[in-house]
């Protein structure tokens, strides 16, 4: 039997479709045309895959090579390819062959960090983003640079709204972490800076009660003897006392320059005296209508003369007094009350004959003049 010689030629011609002729026993058998593409691809069929890689990045770089295969898949007509599974499947192909050495783990925050320019989370569900975000965190073991998470807990911080639903858990688990690692020794600042802006924020009753079951139980204020007729007392840290003392509406004896009136009707009259140690520093004098005193009590201006429209007493000889004992003060309004007067400070054209009026007469209230103010805008005092 005889052999059978095949071989095939292939000639190609620029910028023309190459010749394939079969030729059998030195005899032209078949001829066809060929694109190039086509000759090339038949050809590659001959090489192993890791030779075509192997050849194209002799000329091309991986980058460049991947980025001219996605753009061929990204615009190529119908549906044989699907895009997003095939990035996907290249990009998990790559992550399996790093492995945990320092390159490798550069390598992937490289990738990382370009992967969060073009990532939106909002095309996630909250569920899926919020699992994602505790795997990261899961995984950092530790941070050299304490003050990046710091600045990613303000991040977080700013997005949460602290004061919406279940505000109360939320934060009661924040400042519960937050002093689960605080000592007293290494973190006293601290401690005492999260107490402060707490308490700013709580009502005073409720500081005092919460402080008052961590606190020995000792008298903190004692009272000295008041006068009978003191309707408010006031301490400060210098050692200085606010003593007010009441004068009900009644009758007094005046003396008005050289003449005396007697029986001269006054309106209820309010003192204020702060006293430093004996000495008197100042006094005020208010005129009020109202039986009973509050914070509320409305305050008028003393109808006759030596107050001023803010309600200061021109009383020289006040600075002058010593007080030994602090119930004395209860007698200084009658000491004013009983000194001689004169025009100065009087908001008014004839006091002498607004004396004559009023002897044996009471004072008619209406004739008071209003302030605007109230007992609590002179006092610290309750309402």
């Known amino acids: 039997m005889s052999t059978v010689s095949e071989e095939a030629i292939v000639r190609l011609r620029d910028y023309e479709p190459a010749i394939y002729e079969k030729y059998e026993n030195g005899i032209r058998v078949g001829q066809k045309k060929m694109k190039p593409s086509d000759l090339g691809l038949s050809m590659l069929n001959m090489l192993e895959d890791h030779e075509i890689i192997g050849h194209l ?13 996605f753009n061929h898949l990204k615009y190529a007509e119908g549906e044989s390819y699907d895009y997003n599974a095939e990035v996907i499947k290249t990009l998990g192909l790559f992550l399996e062959l790093l492995d945990e050495n320092e390159d490798s783990q550069e390598m992937l925050g490289a990738i990382l960090k370009t992967l969060s320019w073009y990532f939106d989370p909002t095309q996630l569900d909250e569920e899926a983003v919020t699992g994602l975000m505790r ?11 304490k003050d990046q998470i710091q600045n990613l807990f303000y991040s977080l911080l700013d997005k949460v709204n602290v004061l919406g639903e279940n505000s109360d858990a939320f934060l ?8 689960k690692r605080a000592t007293f020794d290494d973190h006293e600042t601290l401690i005492h800076q999260l107490f402060e802006v707490t308490a700013n924020k709580s009502k005073k009753d409720w500081v ?18 008041l006068p009978r007729n003191c309707f408010a007392y006031q301490e400060y840290r210098n050692g200085n006392k606010i003593v007010g003392i009441e004068v009900d ?48 009590t409305r305050l008028y201006h003393y109808p006759f003369a030596n107050v001023s429209t803010n309600f200061s007493a021109c009383w020289p000889e006040l600075r002058d007094l010593e007080i030994k004992e602090l119930s004395k003060v209860g ?12 025009d100065h400070l009087f908001n008014g054209t004839n006091l002498g004959e607004k004396y004559h009026k009023l002897q044996n007469n009471d004072f008619n209230e209406d004739e008071l003049e209003d302030t605007g103010l109230v007992l609590s805008d002179l006092l ?3 309402a």
């Open 57 to 69: 990045l002799e000329n091309h770089s991986l980058s460049e090579m991947f980025e001219e295969y």
């Open 172 to 179: 009661t688990k924040v400042l519960q972490l937050a002093l």
């Open 380 to 382: 610290d005092i309750n």
């Open 331 to 342: 007698s200084l309004p009658y000491v004013f009350l009983n000194s001689e007067t004169n």
């Open 208 to 225: 005092v009660k919460t402080l008052s079951q961590y606190m020995e139980q000792e008298r903190t204020c004692a009272s000295p003897i």
């Open 249 to 296: 509406k009644q009758r007094f004896d005046v003396k008005y320059h050289r003449h005396e009136f007697n029986e001269v009707g006054h309106p209820k009259l309010l003192f204020i005296f702060e006293v430093s140690g004996t000495k008197i520093r100042w006094a005020k004098v208010a005129a009020i209508k109202e039986r009973f005193i509050s914070g509320q």
């Open 135 to 145: 795997k990261f965190i899961h995984r950092i073991s530790e941070f050299h640079q």
